[in-house]
Structures are given as structure tokens and as C-alpha cells.
């Protein structure tokens, strides 16, 4: 994960031929559907995965519909590996709250093809974003690879060795793919959640036309001329919107709809 200029990744060991990870996905692909248990589902990828590469299962979570209120829970709306180093969970949720969170930065920037190594020579966080890159140092993480299913899911990987040098493009194709056969066999187990990204908020044709106003600077009283409405008309459309939107304000609730392609 974290790295200087003085750190050198280690010296890249033999490893599995690529087509005895494409052989061994393709089995665990054709017998999902009798996998009976969320920990079960993780420890066939874990199984496939680190036979062929130095990476290893940390988790699969549902995503939220807007993360400032989320609190993970295991086995609910996370399902943690049995390998995770002793300790890393319960650090990381009692550090999360109020903290930028980066793997639903990662996924929602559409970025999780790199490696953590390589988003943070892309980004360079500072400061309180590197809490989550340090914690995983701490328990010699060094590094990972995440996974995100549709706007739902993320499937999340670490390694204890960056990675850079090792994972080959063939084989993030097919480490995403195990990844979405995962998710969607953990969406069978434990069904659907409308109130995680998936079921985007119903917002009416009008809610979202006030949104759209406001994500382009206009005032209460200018959105009320322009579609022929009274400014507490438009004040309750507006408040109706933060709700289903679970958001602060107005600029928060047009960001939210922006975010989520509700409007253009």
C-alpha cells in the first residue's frame, strides 16, 4: 500500500500459469450456485485466487446508497474472509466513522482497475486520506486490488507485496470476473436491499426538475419562475428530495442526483 522512494517491490517469485487461474475461475464460475454460505463463496475465490497469485480475499460489501450515515456490519452488509489479519476489522470500523472512506472513492471514481499502490502515486492523498492506507500497513498490508459489481458490490483483495509488477492486465480481467460471479452469488444468499446503491431513490419528474435548477446555481425564487411554481412549492420539493436522498442540503441533494445520473 503505502510506499517511498526507498521501498523497491520484492523480487516477483514464479508463479502459476495464467491459464491455471482462467481454469481454476471458470470451475469456480460453474459451481457457484451450490455454494450455500456467504463464507463459503470467500473461500472458494480465496482458494482459486491465491493458488495463482500472492492476493487474498479481505472482503465483499453491499454498498450504501450514501455512505455518510453507513456503519458496516459484518455479516450484513459486510462479509469479511477468515484470513484478514487479526485486528484490522475492528480498527477499521472504529476509525471509519466521519472519515473519507476509500474503497467507495475508489469504486465510485471509477478507478478500481489500479492497484492501492498505484492510486496513490495517481492521487497522493495527504494527510487524514492516508489513515486507511496506513492502517492496512500496520497489518502488512501492503497493498490490494478492488473490485466493484454493478454500483452494488465491491469485492475487495490485499497482498502483502505490491503488486504492480505482478498482477497482468489478463489477469485483473479475470480476477473481476471471479469478483462478479462472488457478488452475485452473495445478492442470491442474502437478497435484495433497497437502500443500497442498486434502487436509486424515486424521485418525482418535478423533484428532480428542481434539482437539476439548483445543480446549475439558480435561487429558490428563480426556480419557482422558471417552472411556474411558488417558492414553497419549490421549498417542499426540495426538502422531500434531501429526504429520499438521505442528504443535508440542497447542494448536497443535487450533487447526490448528479452523481447518480438522476440528472444531466
Same mark, same amino acid.
Given at each position: ?137 500496520k497489518y502488512g498490508m ?9 454500483g452494488r458490490w465491491v ?11 505482478? @498482477?497482468?492486465? !489478463? &489477469?485483473?480481467?479475470? /480476477?473481476?470476473?471471479? $469478483?462478479?460471479?462472488? *457478488?452475485?452469488? =452473495?445478492?442470491? @444468499?442474502?437478497? !435484495? &436491499?433497497?437502500?443500497? /446503491?442498486?434502487?436509486? $431513490?424515486?424521485?418525482? *419528474?418535478?423533484? =428532480?426538475?428542481? @434539482? ?53
Amino acid at each position: 500500500m503505502l510506499t517511498t522512494s526507498s521501498q523497491r517491490p520484492t523480487a516477483i517469485a514464479p508463479r502459476a500459469n495464467g491459464t491455471d487461474l482462467q481454469a481454476g475461475l471458470l470451475d469456480y464460475a460453474s459451481r457457484i450456485e451450490e455454494i450455500r454460505t456467504p463464507s463459503m463463496v470467500l473461500d472458494a475465490l480465496h482458494a482459486i485466487i491465491n493458488k495463482s497469485l500472492p492476493l487474498s480475499v479481505l472482503c465483499a460489501a453491499r454498498l450504501p446508497i450514501n455512505d455518510i450515515a453507513w456503519r458496516p456490519v459484518l455479516d450484513q452488509s459486510v462479509f469479511m474472509h477468515k484470513d484478514v489479519p487479526h485486528g484490522w476489522w475492528e480498527d477499521y470500523d472504529a476509525l471509519a466513522p466521519g472519515k473519507f472512506r476509500p474503497v467507495l472513492f475508489l469504486t465510485r471514481s471509477g478507478l478500481a482497475s489500479l492497484t492501492w499502490t498505484e492510486m496513490q502515486r495517481l492521487f497522493q492523498p495527504v494527510g487524514v486520506d492516508r489513515w486507511a492506507f496506513e492502517l492496512g500497513l500496520k497489518y502488512g498490508m501492503r497493498d490490494g486490488l478492488i473490485c466493484p459489481v454493478g454500483g452494488r458490490w465491491v469485492v475487495v483483495f490485499w497482498s502483502r507485496r505490491v503488486l504492480s509488477n505482478i @498482477l497482468t492486465q !489478463p &489477469d485483473r480481467i479475470m /480476477i473481476f470476473a471471479a $469478483a462478479n460471479f462472488a *457478488a452475485l452469488r =452473495l445478492e442470491q @444468499l442474502n437478497g !435484495p &436491499d433497497v437502500g443500497r /446503491i442498486g434502487s436509486r $431513490a424515486r424521485l418525482t *419528474a418535478r423533484e =428532480l426538475a428542481v @434539482l437539476r435548477l439548483v445543480s446549475m446555481g439558480t435561487q429558490t425564487d428563480g426556480i419557482a419562475q422558471a417552472l411556474g411554481l411558488g417558492e414553497e412549492t419549490v421549498r417542499s420539493h426540495l426538502k422531500k428530495a434531501q429526504a429520499k436522498l438521505e442528504v443535508r442540503n440542497r447542494t448536497h441533494a443535487a450533487c447526490e442526483a448528479v452523481r447518480f445520473n438522476l440528472i444531466p
